[in-house]
Every structure is written in C-alpha cells, then in structure tokens.
C-alpha cells in the first residue's frame, strides 16, 4: 500500500492540503466527502449499524442517506464550532503565513454548558426545518462533529447527562468529538430528545 497519492504526495501532505488549519479533525476541503467520512465514523462509534450510506453531494439536504436498522433513513451533518474564534484565528494564521504579526493571536473558545446547550438546540432547530429531498424517510439523524478545545469528553459527558433537547422531526442526534489519546476514538454521544418544547436541564 502506497503512502503517496495519484499527484505524488504523502499521506501527510494529501490531508493537510485538504484539512482546515484551525479546528479541523473533522474538516475537509471538498465538503461532501468529509460530511460523509464524519457521518460514518461517529455513527459507527455510537454502535449504530449503518448499511448502504452515502453522499447526497449538492443534492442536499440531507447530506447523506442509507438504511438503518431497515429504516430509509436521512442523515444531517453540521459541525459545533464557535465561529468568531475561528474566523479571528484563521486571519492569525494567514496573517503569519504572509510575514505579517497578527492584529490579534489565535485563540480558542473556552465553552460553558449554557454556551453547549444553547448552540446544539441552535443546530436541532436549523436541521428540523430543512425541507429532505429524496424522501420519504422513515428516520432522521442529525451528526455534530466538532473540533473545539474546551469540549473535553469528561466534561462534555457531565453537561450533557442532565440536558434534554427538543425536535419535531430529528429522530436522533449524535455529538462527534475530536480523537482523544487518552480513549483512543472520537467519544459520541447521543443527546436525550424529546418532541418539541422548551430547552430544560433536568
């Protein structure tokens, strides 16, 4: 097996010329693919036997589809990530790869559960109103990748055990984190998600 691909690049230089530089584990430069390689990986580590999924490419949403547990089902995804961090730390970025000091240095979100709660029933809320094409779906799962420092599994598991989130048609969502050492997989979650109603933490 060939550590090159078809242009003559490493592995290493395939995925960092693909990847974001900031927050990017779950990033890649053409979209679809890497929307489907995170839809496989974190439903595969949440145990969830998936049969037949594929990219829907632009003819989203969803963004992928493929048979769960016999059900056709329609799988959303849609990466956590603090935007104005991101947006200030990739201007450093290039701002340093241009020769230039940055007006302001890299930096990371330093997330609080309120925060957490909040921008995951802000996304639950965004996908439940997507009109599906290609239905009809028999299930609907929305995938959260995310990258973001400050959401460690630990604390995230903490957080999460007394949230409960609301949908009108999302079955299920699953939080994808980074690859953490320390567990050797990218922890899942499953959020608790009941029908529409109030954010509460029970």
């Not at 489907?36 to 580590?45: D, Q, T």
């Not at 963004?63 to 104005?84: F, M």
């Not at 290609?134 to 799962?141: D, E, L, S, V």
């Amino acid at each position: 097996m060939s550590d090159e691909d078809d242009g003559g690049r490493s592995l290493g230089e395939t995925i960092e010329t693909n990847i974001r530089p900031w927050n990017g584990f779950w990033s890649w430069k053409d979209k679809p693919i890497g929307e489907l390689g995170a839809a496989r990986e974190i439903l595969a580590v949440a145990g969830i036997d998936v049969r037949d999924l594929v990219s829907r490419g632009k003819d989203d949403p969803p963004d992928c589809e493929g048979n769960i547990d016999g059900c056709r089902t329609a799988v959303e995804v849609t990466e956590l990530v603090h935007e104005p961090t991101l947006k200030r730390s990739l201007k450093a970025l290039q701002q340093r790869a241009s020769g230039m000091e940055p007006n302001k240095p890299e930096a990371y979100f330093v997330w609080q559960q309120a925060d957490l709660i909040h921008a995951l029933q802000e996304r639950i809320d965004q996908k439940d109103r997507a009109k599906l094409k290609g239905g009809p779906y028999q299930r609907y799962i929305l995938v959260i990748p995310t990258d973001e420092m400050f959401l460690d599994a630990s604390q995230v598991e903490k957080w999460l055990s007394s949230a409960t989130f609301q949908a009108d048609r999302i079955s299920d969502v699953l939080l994808g984190l980074a690859y953490e050492p320390e567990s050797k997989c990218c922890p899942v979650f499953k959020l608790h998600v009941i029908r529409r109603g109030p954010t509460v933490l029970r």
